[in-house]
């Protein structure tokens, strides 16, 4: 078995019940098992959770979802007047073309995006911000930083490098 973790876990009442708890009722009625793993993707599971619902919460007060959120920000960061074919777009976002096309309708719908033919190729579509998009990106973006920047504000610079260090070796 490996070593228990060196720290305890409390966690809001919405997200169940303490780890070290669960590590517990585990170790004693599977005493053959380490269950120390549970206790780090449980801890990530809910850092996830935590951090998405409070993402979510900047983004429905614009009256999107996060798909729409992701194409906003997306086409945002590719500068004024650039656009984006479809296809690239969910090249971005790792995403298949087919989830593409009923993000881009309703934002459509909205008059957040236009959907303009390729002079260079009449079959393809270049997908651009509107004004309206374009300012509505940028509000999202300062909500959306502040947001994060609050739910990490318990770390020092340091502890955030090490952290993206970390997740980038279990993501890898």
Known sequence: MSQEPGWKSRAPLDQGA?????LEQWKRERPDLDPAPMAVCGALRRANDRVRTAIEGNVTSAGLDGAGFDVLLTLRRQGRGETLTPSDLAGEMMLSTSAMTNRLDRLEK???IARRADPKDRRSLKVALTEEGFALADDLVVGHLAVEEELLAPLS???????????AKVGA
């Open 110 to 112: 909205r008059g957040l």
């Open 157 to 167: 610079l340091t502890e955030r490098e090490e952290l993206m260090r970390l997740l």
């Open 18 to 22: 303490p780890l070290d708890s669960i």
